[in-house]
């Protein structure tokens, strides 16, 4: 028997991308200071109600300005394949979004200057009209556009490729033929 497409090239993954971790630096920098700040402050406190108060309010400062980013962060991520490109974002409510290679019609680096000087960018694929894909702050963006640039040729050129091969002509099988 004849082996499919699929079979014959199984699907790789050729990166997993997490946005770039310049993001927990302020953070980071946030849970120290308010660490240290209520290690040294709280005890200085006449009433232990206050230093209840105090420990609470650091608490809900750690949890909105270290936690919730940081959970943020790990819930975006990038799976790049040999056949598609795949976006996962959220974190309790997880949003799953594939975009296969024979899709885009173009790959656009977009770079703030800070971006710039973090070899980060925004990899943009263009899908027509006005859709687009935005890959927001990937490390070595520049890397991944050509990565993602050399896959989409070759899938798009398989996949042409394979149309031809089963006589399928905008969809509808028929002889194969030039147009």
Known sequence: GRMSATERDPEAIVARIRPHGRALIVPSIL???????????????????????ALGAAVLVIVLG?????????????????????????????????ILHTRPIEVVVRRSPGQRMAGSGDVVLELGGDRRVILRDLPNAVLVQQALADL??????????RRRATGEVDGRRGPAHAE
């Open 66 to 98: 270290f936690v919730l980013p940081v959970a943020i962060w790990l819930g975006r991520s990038v799976t790049i394949t040999t056949r598609r490109t795949v976006v996962h974002e959220g974190g309790l409510v997880r949003h799953r979004r594939e």
């Open 31 to 53: 849970l120290i200071a308010v660490a240290g700040a209520t290690a040294f402050f709280v005890w200085k406190l006449p009433e232990p109600w206050m230093r209840w108060a």
């Open 152 to 161: 989409m040729s070759t899938e798009v050129a398989e996949h042409v490729g």
